[in-house]
């Protein structure tokens, strides 16, 4: 049987002649390969060119860039699946950011951060209202060097009383007044976290601010 088949094998193979008593010609398919002009074309070699398989060890370069984007393709499939099945069963649970927040809790947190910015602008009219006058030719009029000394040996002025007496007004204010707005009209945690940080920072700023134009003051 075998000695059969593969007689009708070889008949197939050979070049049939045409009409002319000639082969048919043989032509090049795109990749080069030559065709002698077999009528069965299921009768032609396959694998024309030796590959090495990508399950051998031999093989140096292997490209899994398929295999990735079928897992991908796979998780992505998972993930939408799970995600329809979780609307399905639960809807939607996550809610806007804020939208729980009370309108109270919104409008007590605008005063506490004016009342942060109120201060400043008060620290600043403190501070322009220290500056020295100016003389007649309009300069400032700044203090001679033996009055530097005196001032240092003796201590502050008056006017400089009446300055250090208005900042620490203005520093009391910046962090007594949120607390307490924070403590009685603030009941979000985090809202009430950002106003008593605004109100730390500002009241590090302004005396560290006092402190360093008070010095200045008394060096000329």
Known sequence: MSNRSDAVLRRRRQPTPSHHGSSLQSSKDSNGR???GIPYLQAQVVHY???VSVLDKELTTVSYHGLVNFLLLLLSATLLRMAIENHMKYGILVSIPGSSVSFQDWMATLAGVTMVALSFF???AIERRAIPS???D??????PAHSRVAAQAVGITAQDRLTISMHVANLLFVLIAPSCLTYFAIFQPALGTVVMALACIMFLKLYSLAATNFDLRRAY
């Open 49 to 51: 060119k030796p590959r």
């Open 122 to 124: 008060v620290a600043y």
């Open 134 to 136: 100016k003389n007649d």
């Open 34 to 36: 030559t065709s002698e």
């Open 138 to 143: 309009g300069e400032l009029s700044l203090r």
